[in-house]
Antibody, heavy 123, light 107 residues
Framework: EVHLVQSGAEVKKPGATVKISCKVSGYSFTDHHMHWVQQAPGKGLEWMGL????????IYAENFQGRVTITADTSINTAYMELSSLSSEDTAVYYC????????????????WGQGTLVTVSS | DIQMTQSPSSVSASVGDRVTITCRASQNIAGWLAWYQHKPGKAPKLLIY???SLQSGVPSRFSGSGSGTDFTLTISSLQPEDFATYYC?????????FGGGTKVEIK
């Protein structure tokens, strides 16, 4: 069975950087892209970006470009999302989510998702 | 970016009701659309992909239709476990974008 297990909740001060991990099991880590999605309190879902663990290639959403770094460590089957220059607007739950790749084609809908990591930014 | 507009933003319904949620894309996305169910404190769950394909393990009362710019998610007979927020998501081009969500509430 496929599992995505994220690191625990974080509390950060404004201006700080947070790094969240997403450890996968149950499938070949390099066969599927990994995405990150933000959900701020009372808001909808916002896509942040993805990493291809096969070669480390990334694509970022314009809203997060310059502040987000998504990486993958294939030695421990773990993806990471680092977000810098935090402000109160970054208080949110962050999810990792796997896209569906088959035979070299990737379809960018997400299944499964990690359990979510709450990041609170407060002075 | 492609904008995804969902309607209604909320709907009150009773168990057994038929519920339809619509999603409109700001440009043609062919069939590159997914639907998710999201309950508080849980991870979102993929229901429908490629506009009309039912994800494995999802009850058949869920169905999706549409192509181009207009899409619908239908729950044929609402069950107690279906009260949640539903999101559409376009997978046609980056940046990937979600609709604003539709909260299905108990009437």
């Amino acid at each position: 069975e496929v599992h995505l297990v994220q690191s625990g909740a974080e509390v950060k001060k404004p201006g700080a950087t947070v790094k969240i991990s997403c450890k996968v099991s149950g499938y070949s880590f390099t066969d599927h892209h990994m995405h990150w999605v933000q959900q701020a309190p009372g808001k909808g879902l916002e896509w942040m970006g993805l990493v291809d663990p096969q070669d480390g290639e990334t694509i970022y959403a314009e809203n997060f470009q310059g502040r987000v770094t998504i990486t993958a460590d294939t030695s421990i089957n773990t993806a990471y999302m680092e977000l810098s220059s935090l402000s109160s607007e970054d208080t949110a739950v962050y999810y990792c989510a796997r896209s569906n790749c088959s035979g070299g084609e990737c379809y960018d809908w997400f299944d499964p998702w990690g359990q979510g990591t709450l990041v609170t930014v407060s002075s | 970016d492609i904008q995804m507009t969902q309607s209604p933003s909320s709907v009150s319904a009773s168990v057994g009701d038929r519920v339809t949620i619509t999603c409109r894309a700001s440009q043609n996305i062919a069939g590159w659309l997914a639907w998710y169910q999201h309950k508080p404190g849980k991870a979102p769950k993929l229901l429908i992909y490629a506009a009309s394909s039912l994800q494995s393990g999802v009850p058949s009362r869920f169905s999706g239709s549409g192509s181009g710019t207009d899409f619908t998610l239908t729950i044929s007979s609402l069950q107690p476990e279906d009260f949640a927020t539903y999101y559409c998501q376009q997978a046609n081009s980056f940046s990937l974008t979600f609709g604003g969500g539709t909260k299905v509430e108990i009437k």
